[in-house]
């Protein structure tokens, strides 16, 4: 694991000092303070590789344009007090949207991270309509409590839904062209019809993993692969500090990773280690499987069918995260997922034991650690999108320089 303390500058590209590239360092000073929460001039001057006056200069504008702000000052023994910097979580709002295979949630997220308002929605299919229309509903009920100035400050819509979402489905019937629509829909054109926020769409998979990345556990590393548990299974990658999408979004699709069926057939993850399985489980003991997604989450009663479940996809994370690990040595695997910190707690636990009598020639074996962002996943992520690309460095290059 990094030393999240020590000066990672070294060996690490640092900024620029020319004020052609303002921008390029304002957005390195801003993922410095997102990472690492409150850091002093001189500290962020350090950790940047940028002078002295220029991280003053830069700090000055941020500060006029109300992305920053000063905390109180920091006394010690000998020398001026230090001043720490932090993000103003006033400074930038966005808009998080996660679709999912029976519900949506819809939230907005300041600057710093917090969730401020969230609106949930159920529903049997994520039909379009449905979707747009709780979409624009909930877009006037998140804002009505922001004052002008914060409306203003509202830099976008994320939308985190499955890959090839129309595929998703078990629908019969007339349903099924209308389910299929997905695969035309233009999410930015429909949202123009409602509203003028630019809109950034991304695998809900991967929209989590920015969540881990940006907020969770996932800043302790440079390099980790993550799944993201719900009705269906899925991940993504970070790689040299920052979350990498690939060619086409769907970098870090874990779910679609081979595995053997019970008779030897081949399978795909998503088959073997999604919270579908369990849904099925409870369908064929004759209970409704809503019961897993009542809020809030309490499983403690069904533990007579979700401890099978947790043994039997552990033993397959366990797989998957050697076969992940034998193509990049990821210092870390984090698992989350859409259920209580219990269940992710001994999952995590039964991984680890799992991985212990795995066949490892040739490998290191990861650590396996615990996602900390939760059910919320994918809706934040979603949300950072638009913060990730108004604000913060985005690129491989530019974040590994923090």
Known sequence: MPDM????????????????????????????LQRYQTVPAAELARRT????????????????????????PVRGKVGKPSIPIELDPDGA??????????????????????VREQLHTTFDYPMPDAVFGFLEAGLTDLLANLSSNQKRRVCGIGIGTPFELWKWHDLTGPSVEKFRSWKDVDFAKEVARFSDLPVFVANDATAACHAEHLYGRGKKYRDFAYFY???????????????????????????????????????????TASLHL???????????????????????GLSRYVDPWIGE?????????????SVIDFEAILVDGAFPSEVREELVERVRRYLVNQD??????????????GENARAIGAASGPIFAEYLLNTNAGLSSI
């Not at 000092?17 to 410095?32: K, P």
């Not at 940028?50 to 200069?57: A, D, E, F, Q």
């Not at 004759?286 to 989450?297: F, I, R």
């Open 5 to 32: 303390d020590g000066d990672m500058t070294r060996r690490r590209r640092g900024g620029v000092n020319q004020s052609g590239l303002r921008d390029h360092n304002e957005r390195l000073i801003l993922s410095v």
């Open 49 to 72: 590789g940028l002078s002295k006056p220029t991280v003053s200069t830069i700090l000055r504008n941020l500060e006029e344009d109300g992305l920053v702000r000063r905390g109180d």
């Open 93 to 114: 709002f966005s808009v998080g949207l996660k679709v999912g295979r029976r519900s949506a949630d819809l939230l907005l997220l300041d600057f710093a991270g917090n």
């Open 229 to 271: 548990i719900g009705s269906f299974i899925g991940g993504g990658i970070a790689l040299n500090g920052t979350v990498f999408e690939g060619n086409q979004g769907n970098a870090g699709a874990l779910g679609s990773m081979r595995t053997t069926g019970p008779l030897g057939e081949s399978q795909q993850l998503i088959d």
């Open 278 to 300: 369990l849904e099925a489980r409870l369908t064929e003991a004759g209970l409704d499987p809503k019961l897993m997604w009542q809020k809030p989450q309490d499983w403690s």
């Open 313 to 325: 996809t552990a033993q397959e994370l366990a797989k998957a995260s050697l076969s992940i690990c």
């Open 360 to 373: 490892k020639r040739g490998l290191i074996a990861p650590k396996v650690e615990i996602g900390t962002i």
